[in-house]
């Protein structure tokens, strides 16, 4: 190998070191941590009930042994169905298609429902 080959190859050999010490720097900062940030619950049926026209309540379960829960519907819920967005009203109106709700663990609150077709 003649001296002009190995010169070409540093810069690309200090990129390649550079890029590994960054990654090695972000994951030390930010460690591989899953942030859950919405749970689902699944319901044949969508019990929905409304208190105003932004605001109610969705009573569901994660699963079939997993404990009711009384989950809030607020103005920043979004309904939809086949990717048509619905009012708060007509989602209660199709309540018995079932429905997907998706939900913040820690608040709640509904953040969005995907009634099924």
Known sequence: MNRTNRIARWPAAIWMALALGASTCAHALYPNE????????????????????????I???RCDQ??????????STVASQ????????QAE???????????????LIVTRILLRQ
């Open 82 to 89: 086949g990717g048509r967005r619905l009012t708060l009203a």
């Open 34 to 57: 899953m942030v859950i940030r919405e749970h689902a619950a699944e319901s044949p049926y969508l019990d929905l009930s409304l208190t105003s026209t932004t605001t109610g309540t």
């Open 66 to 75: 997993c404990p009711e829960l009384t989950l809030r519907v607020d103005g």
């Open 59 to 61: 009573r569901a379960r």
């Open 93 to 107: 109106l199709n309540r018995d298609r079932g429905a997907t709700v998706f939900y913040d663990p820690k608040s």
